[in-house]
C-alpha cells in the first residue's frame, strides 16, 4: 500500500518568514495530494491540494509543488503569521476510484511574533 | 450550510465496552470516511461507506464495524474495546473521487 514520508516533524519561524514543509510518497498510481491544516481540538482543515496532472499550484501566501518523477510534493507558506501556527499534513490517494487517503505523520509549525 | 457534524464530542469508556459515534455529512455530500487519529499522529484510514455499501476497509480488525443511512449519516461502532483504541475518530465526507471534508471529532478514552 501507499507509505507516505513527512519532514520535518517540527517547524519554528519567525513572523514574515517562509516555511517548507516535505511529504515523500511511495505509490506511483497516486494521483492527488491534498494538504490540511489541523488546529488544537479542531479536525483538518483542507488548505490546498494538487493532482498528477499539475506541477505547481498557488493561493494567495500557500502553494503546492509536485515532482511525480521524484515521488515528492511540498507545501510553501510564504510571509507566516502566528494564526498560520498548527500541525500541518499532507495525504496521498492512489488511482484506485476510492479516493482514501493515505497521510503523513503530521509537521507541528510554529510561527512566533 | 453545515459542515460534516460528529457525535458525541468526547465519550471515556472501559476495556470491554461497545461504543457508536455518529456522523452527519456536509450537505450534498454521499459518501462518509472514517479515520482514526492516535495523539501524535496523522489520520488512519478505516473504512469509507458510499450508497450503504463498504466500499474500501483499511487495516482495522472486525471489532471495528460501521453502517450508512439512506440519508446518508453514517455510525462507527467499536466492539470489546481496548487501550490501544483511544484516539481522535474523525468522519470526512464527499463526493465520490473527489475532495474529503473532515469533522471536529469524537475524543474517545478507553479506562
Known amino acids: 500500500g501507499e507509505n507516505v514520508e513527512q519532514h520535518p516533524s517540527t517547524l519554528s519561524v519567525q513572523e514574515g518568514d517562509s516555511a517548507v514543509i516535505k511529504c515523500t510518497y511511495s505509490?506511483?498510481?497516486?494521483?492527488?495530494f491534498p494538504w490540511y491544516k489541523q488546529e488544537l481540538g479542531k479536525g483538518p482543515q483542507l488548505i490546498i491540494d494538487i493532482r498528477s496532472n499539475v506541477g505547481e499550484k498557488k493561493d494567495q501566501r500557500i502553494a503546492v509543488t509536485l515532482n511525480k518523477t521524484a515521488k515528492h510534493f511540498s507545501l510553501h507558506i510564504t510571509e507566516t503569521q502566528p494564526e498560520d501556527s498548527a500541525v500541518y499534513f499532507c495525504a496521498a490517494t492512489p488511482n484506485s476510484g476510492y479516493s482514501t487517503l493515505t497521510f503523513g505523520k503530521g509537521t507541528m509549525l510554529l510561527v512566533s511574533p | 450550510d453545515a459542515g460534516v457534524t460528529q457525535s458525541p464530542t468526547h465519550l471515556i469508556k472501559t476495556r470491554g465496552q461497545q461504543v457508536t459515534l455518529r456522523c452527519s455529512p456536509k450537505?450534498?455530500?454521499?459518501?462518509v470516511s472514517w479515520y482514526q487519529q492516535a495523539l501524535g499522529q496523522g489520520p488512519q484510514f478505516i473504512f469509507q461507506y458510499y450508497e450503504e455499501e463498504e466500499r474500501q476497509r483499511g487495516n482495522f480488525p472486525d471489532r471495528f464495524s460501521g453502517h450508512q443511512f439512506p440519508n446518508y449519516s453514517s455510525e462507527l461502532n467499536v466492539n470489546a474495546l481496548l487501550l490501544g483504541d483511544s484516539a481522535l475518530y474523525l468522519c470526512?465526507?464527499?463526493?465520490?473521487?473527489?475532495?474529503?471534508?473532515f469533522g471536529p471529532g469524537t475524543r474517545l478514552l478507553v479506562l
Open positions: 450537505s450534498g455530500h454521499d459518501t
Open positions: 505509490d506511483s498510481a497516486s494521483n492527488y
Open positions: 470526512a465526507s464527499s463526493l465520490p473521487e473527489r475532495t474529503q471534508y
